[in-house]
């Protein structure tokens, strides 16, 4: 599939839509926070919203920052592993509600699990990343950004 509007024409055209939206995410400062939390978190909306492209570029950039590959693999089963933490499955839980609000509302006993897990400043910049994940995911699927992978 050929783009519908490519990245470099994105980027030229409105470097403002791109630097206020890579700006939403980059409020974290909750130490619980990790960075291999916020590639899980990225990772696993991107697969929800089947992102090709940024499925390949976070898994990459989790990579480079340690996560292992086993980990990665199996990122959709996370509810039946016990490979992810109780603050990984808080972040992972409150990615597929916001992700996938549209299906069902989010509960209370989710909220309040993110909350036990992050507290409410956590809980906000956790919702700032996803929101931002999620726009981005539109964007590349919606004009068919292509990753760069050698077969």
């Known amino acids: 599939m050929q783009p519908r509007i490519s990245q470099s024409s994105l980027y030229q055209q409105y470097p ?9 995410g980059d409020i974290v400062n909750d130490a619980r926070l990790t960075p291999q939390l916020l590639h899980l ?45 109780d603050s ?9 509600a916001l992700t996938q609000v549209s299906k069902q509302p989010i509960s209370a006993e989710l909220f309040q699990n993110a909350i036990d897990c992050f507290g409410e400043r956590g809980v906000i ?11 981005w995911n539109r964007i590349a699927v919606s004009f068919c950004f292509q990753p760069e992978i050698s077969k």
């Open 88 to 96: 990984e499955r808080a972040a992972l839980a409150w990615t597929e």
């Open 16 to 24: 403002d839509l791109v630097k206020h939206l890579t700006a939403v």
């Open 125 to 135: 910049e956790l919702t700032a990343v996803i929101v931002q994940i999620n726009s």
């Open 41 to 85: 978190v990225k990772l696993r909306a991107s697969q929800l919203n089947h992102c090709g492209f940024c499925q390949h570029m976070h898994a990459n950039e989790a990579r480079a920052d340690g996560e292992s590959q086993a980990r990665l693999d199996v990122l959709p089963a996370w509810r039946e592993l016990s490979l992810f933490s």
